[in-house]
T-cell receptor, first 113, second 112 residues
Framework: DTEVTQTPKHLVMGMTNKKSLKCEQH?????MYWYKQKAKKPPELMFVYSYEKLSINESVPSRFSPECPNSSLLNLHLHALQPEDSALYLC????????????FGDGTRLSIL | GDSVTQMEGPVTLSEEAFLTINCTYTATGYPSLFWYVQYPGEGLQLLLKATKADDKGSNKGFEATYRKETTSFHLEKGSVQVSDSAVYFCALSPSNDYKLSFGAGTTVTVRA
């Protein structure tokens, strides 16, 4: 069983919709991450939060907006996405920003119509 | 920069066969090394890790040894099962760093 929980598991949305992905961990970790994974490829880092503050943004388009309401929760707000944004979105956490290993959730599979 | 190279797949094996997936890395200093596994329709699970030279990580019958002299971290399992069918990613992280550099992934299919 994964200790990082992501909802929803699947999401289909149109290009004009607004939706949010949610991630929760109860391991007391203080660093949380968003990754994007295309089929048959390794995950690509999008954002890093450390102690609830955005620490790293890997030049992600503004149509992706992360939020960390508290140390256990991480959201990814989506707006005006493009078909090429269809992918598996993975959340991960670690003890702190320099700490390894990272623990991953099962992801949200996103399809943009 | 840091990078990981792992053997191209896909790899197809029969049950009880021996599995080896080669992984080599380029990094400065003393990175930590990991193998992650991704089963169909799931996220990544940490399979094993090693944090210094000559460390051996092991889990679920899988093993890998951190070889600094050959900059390698090859994954091995002596007798695979159908349930081992998955994509395996080798990864490294520099010391005290958030970055996780992944290899391209190797798809393994085990046939009954």
């Amino acid at each position: 069983d994964t200790e990082v929980t992501q909802t929803p598991k699947h999401l289909v949305m149109g290009m004009t919709n607004k939706k949010s992905l949610k991630c929760e961990q109860h391991m007391g970790h203080r660093a949380m991450y968003w990754y994007k994974q295309k089929a048959k490829k390794p995950p690509e880092l999008m954002f890093v939060y450390s102690y609830e503050k955005l620490s790293i943004n890997e030049s992600v388009p503004s149509r992706f907006s992360p939020e960390c309401p508290n140390s256990s929760l991480l959201n990814l707000h989506l707006h005006a996405l493009q078909p090429e944004d269809s992918a598996l979105y993975l959340c991960a956490s670690s003890q702190n920003r320099g700490g390894q290993p990272q623990h991953f959730g099962d992801g949200t599979r996103l399809s943009i119509l | 920069g840091d990078s990981v190279t792992q053997m191209e797949g896909p790899v197809t094996l029969s049950e009880e066969a021996f599995l080896t997936i080669n992984c080599t890395y380029t990094a400065t200093g003393y990175p930590s090394l990991f193998w992650y596994v991704q089963y169909p329709g799931e996220g990544l699970q940490l399979l094993l890790k090693a944090t210094k030279a000559d460390d051996k990580g092991s889990n679920k019958g899988f093993e890998a040894t951190y070889r600094k002299e050959t900059t390698s971290f090859h994954l091995e399992k002596g007798s695979v099962q159908v349930s081992d069918s998955a994509v395996y990613f080798c990864a490294l992280s520099p010391s005290n760093d958030y970055k996780l550099s992944f290899g391209a992934g190797t798809t393994v299919t085990v046939r009954a």
